[in-house]
C-alpha cells in the first residue's frame, strides 16, 4: 500500500505505520547504537567522543568507522553540559558590510574554525540598542567568549549603564576587545593594530616624497580611532588652515564631503591622508568631477588597506592592519582567558605600509602666465 492509500488523512493519521514514525522521520542513531555496531562499551565510546587520550588506537579506530557507517552526530547540547563549554565564540561588531570588518571578522572566523570552534555573529549596524540586546543573546546562548569590535570599544565616553552591562558580562565569560578597548571593564585583553604608527608611517612618506602641505579627511570625533589619528597628524603637520581638516564621517560620501570642504581652504595642500579607503575612493571620485589629478595635482593616501584600495585607479597607497595577525592574537587571548589563564592586558600589532600609486614625489606647483600689458 502506498504512502495515501488510505481513504482520508484522519485514517492514515490512525494508523500504527503514523504512530510508530517509521515514515515520517528515522530515529537518529544514539551512543548505544555506536558501541553496539563497534562492539565496545558505550564508555569506550564516550571517551572517544570526549578526546580522552586513554582511548587505545584500535578502539578509537572502530569507534570512529561505527560513527561514519551510522552516520551518527554527537549531542552538542549534552556535550556542552556535561564540559561546561559550548565551543562556541559570540562576536559582536558594528557593520558587516564594511570592508574593514569584513576582512577582520573573516579571519576571524576562519582561526576559530582551525581551533574547534565556531563564531555566532552580532551585526549591530552601528545601533547602542542593539548591541545591547546582542550582549544579552550570546550570553544567553552559553558562548564560551565574546570578541568584541567597534561600538563601545571605540566609544571616548561609553554611557555608564552599558559600562556596567559589559561589567557584568565580563564578570561572567572572557572578552576581548578587537581594535577597541573598555579601559573601565575587566576584560581579558584588547587586541589592536597600531594605528597611531600607521599614521605616522604614512605621514613620513609624504615627507619622503617632499609634502610640507598635508590635509586630513574623514573621521569622527566620537570614535577613538579617528581622534588617536588626528592627533598624530596634527603633532607631524600642524596644519596652517581649519579647513586642512575635514572630520566628515567615514564612508564614500564623507569623502566627497571633505574634498568640497578641502577646496574652500585659502590654500590648497599637495597632500591628503584619508582616515580610511572607503574616504580615499570617495575623495578620489569628488577630485574627479572637479578635474583635479590624483597624483599629480594632490597625492592621496588611505588606510586598512581594503579590496577598494586595489581596484582604484590609480591603485592606493595605504595602511594594512596586519589583519590575520591581528585575529591570531585576539583568538588566542581570548582562549587564554577560556582557559583561565588570563594574557597580557594590552596587546599591539605593527602595521604594514602599503606603497602603490596614488602618491608620488612633490612637484612644483606651475605658476600662472602673467598676463599681457597693454
Excluded at 111 to 120: C, P, V
Excluded at 323 to 350: C, H, K, M, S
Amino acid at each position: 500500500m502506498r504512502l495515501f492509500d488510505c481513504c482520508t488523512p484522519e485514517a492514515y493519521t490512525s494508523s500504527n505505520r503514523f504512530l510508530k514514525g517509521d515514515i515520517i522521520r528515522k530515529k537518529a542513531p544514539t551512543i548505544y547504537d555506536v558501541a553496539h555496531h563497534a562492539q565496545v562499551s558505550v564508555s569506550t565510546v564516550s571517551r572517544v567522543l570526549n578526546g580522552n587520550s586513554t582511548v587505545n588506537d584500535d578502539l578509537r579506530a572502530r569507534v570512529e568507522t561505527a560513527m561514519r557507517d551510522l552516520r551518527f552526530r554527537p549531542n552538542r547540547v549534552a556535550q556542552t553540559l556535561y564540559h561546561h563549554r559550548s565551543n562556541t565564540i559570540g562576536c559582536i561588531l558594528p557593520d558587516i558590510v564594511n570592508p574593514f570588518f569584513a576582512q577582520i571578522f573573516m579571519q576571524l572566523e576562519v582561526g576559530a574554525f582551525e581551533r574547534g570552534y565556531t563564531i555566532i555573529l552580532g551585526n549591530t549596524i552601528s545601533t547602542r540598542s542593539l548591541e545591547r540586546t546582542y550582549l544579552h543573546t550570546l550570553a544567553e546562548r552559553q558562548v564560551d567568549g565574546l570578541l568584541f569590535l567597534g561600538g563601545m570599544a571605540n566609544d571616548p565616553a561609553p554611557l555608564a549603564e552599558d559600562l556596567h552591562l559589559m561589567q557584568e558580562l565580563a564578570d561572567r565569560l572572557p572578552i576581548v576587545a578587537v581594535n577597541g578597548d573598555l579601559p573601565q571593564v575587566n576584560i581579558v585583553a584588547s587586541v589592536r593594530s597600531d594605528e597611531a604608527g600607521g599614521m605616522q608611517a604614512l605621514i613620513d612618506h609624504l615627507h619622503q616624497q617632499g609634502h610640507t602641505d598635508i590635509a586630513f579627511l574623514g573621521g569622527q570625533l566620537d570614535v577613538t580611532t579617528s581622534l588617536e589619528k588626528l592627533e598624530v597628524y596634527r603633532q607631524a603637520c600642524a596644519p596652517p588652515h581649519p579647513e586642512w581638516e575635514q572630520l566628515t564621517g567615514l564612508t564614500l560620501e564623507a569623502g566627497a564631503q571633505a574634498l568640497q570642504g578641502l577646496l574652500r581652504a585659502p590654500a590648497q595642500p599637495t597632500a591628503a591622508v584619508c582616515i580610511n579607503d572607503l574616504v580615499a575612493a570617495g575623495v578620489l571620485m569628488a577630485a574627479r568631477e572637479r578635474g583635479l589629478r590624483v597624483p599629480q595635482d594632490l597625492s592621496l593616501v588611505g588606510f586598512d588597506d581594503i579590496f577598494v584600495a586595489q581596484v582604484l585607479a590609480p591603485r592606493l597607497t595605504t595602511i594594512n592592519h596586519n589583519y590575520a595577525e591581528v585575529a591570531r592574537q585576539a583568538l588566542d587571548a581570548l582562549l587564554a582567558g577560556i582557559n583561565g589563564q588570563p594574557p597580557q592586558r594590552n596587546i599591539t600589532v605593527p602595521t604594514l605600509l602599503i606603497e602603490r600609486e596614488s602618491a608620488i614625489p612633490r612637484r612644483p606647483r606651475r605658476r600662472r602666465k602673467a598676463a599681457p600689458e597693454n
